[in-house]
C-alpha cells in the first residue's frame, strides 16, 4: 500500500510510484504554487492550445527545479529547505514580484509607462518564457510535498545519479495536471457564447490575465512580507481533518489561492468581459501608402 499522507521509502519502485502521485494530488490541490499562476497564463493564452501550452511551460520549469533541489536533498542539503521556513515567504515575494511585472508587460510593453485600460490595441500576449520563469521561482516554495521529496524520498535513491528522479517525477505528476488545468481555462474562455469573437476572446483573455497577475503578484508580496515580518501570526492554520496535503489545513497559502483566482481573477473576468463588450472594436490598420 502507498501511504500519499506519510510515506515510507519501502523499495525503489515505490518511492518512485509515489513521487509521481504526490505530484498529481499537488496539481489537483488548491496550491498557491500553481494554481495562480497556471490560471492568469492560461486565460492570457485565450485559446485551449495556447492554454496548454502555458501550463505545460510552467509545470515543465517546476519540475526541472524540483529535480535540482531533489538531488540537493539527496547530497545532504535537504536543511537548507527544510531549516529555513523564511524561505517560503521569500518566495512568496519574489513570485508577486515577477507576477506583477509580467501582468503590467502584458498590458503595456515597453513604451506605456503608466496604465490606462480605455487604450486600445495595447496588450500583448504572454511570451512563453514569462510562465518558465515563474515555474522555476515557484518551484522553491516551500511545503508538506517539499518535506517529503527531500526528507523521505530523494534520500531513499540508491546513488547521486538517481536523487534527481524523485524531484522530477513529482514535477511531472503536477504537469500532467496543470498542463490540463491550462488547456480547460483556455477552452472555457474561448467558448463563451457572448465572445466568441475570436479577436474580442483575446482582448478579454489579455485584460483578465493582466490584472489578475498585478493585483495577485500584490497579494503574494505582501503576503510574503507578512510572514517575514510575524511568521508565527502568518504560520497558523485551521486544521480540516483532511488528511490530504493543501487540504488538511487553511491558512495564508490557502487564502492566497482562494484570494488570487476566485476572487481576483474572476472578478478580474466579469470587469474585462464588461469592459471589452462595451468598447468599440479596435480600429483597422492604416494601409501602407
Known sequence: MINLWAPQATSLGLVLLTAFLLGIVHGITPDEHTW????????????????????????????????????????????????????GYAVYVAVGGVMAWAGWSMAHGKALPFYHPHIRDQWRDPRPWMPAVHG??????????AIIIYTVLAPAMPSAAWGWVPGALFGLGTTVVQAAAGAGFGYWL????????????????LRTASRTLQLGGLVFVAGGVFGL?????????????????????????????VGVVLVIGLTSLRRAVRETLAAPPPSPPCPKP
Open 136 to 145: 522555476f521561482i515557484a518551484g522553491w516554495g516551500f511545503g508538506a510535498f
Open 190 to 205: 474561448s467558448r463563451r457564447k457572448k465572445i466568441a469573437d475570436p479577436e474580442t476572446v483575446r482582448r478579454i483573455g
Open 36 to 87: 495562480p499562476i497556471t490560471f492568469s497564463y492560461a486565460i492570457g493564452g485565450y485559446s485551449t492550445r495556447r492554454g496548454l501550452r502555458a501550463g505545460l511551460i510552467f509545470s515543465l520549469a517546476f519540475t526541472v527545479q524540483r529535480a535540482m533541489a531533489s538531488e540537493l536533498a539527496y547530497l545532504g542539503l535537504a536543511r537548507v529547505f527544510v531549516g529555513n521556513p523564511g524561505l
Open 229 to 257: 515580518l510575524f511568521p508565527s501570526l502568518a504560520s497558523r492554520a485551521i486544521d480540516t481533518g483532511l488528511r490530504i496535503h493543501n487540504l488538511h489545513t487553511i491558512g495564508l497559502p490557502f487564502a492566497l489561492v
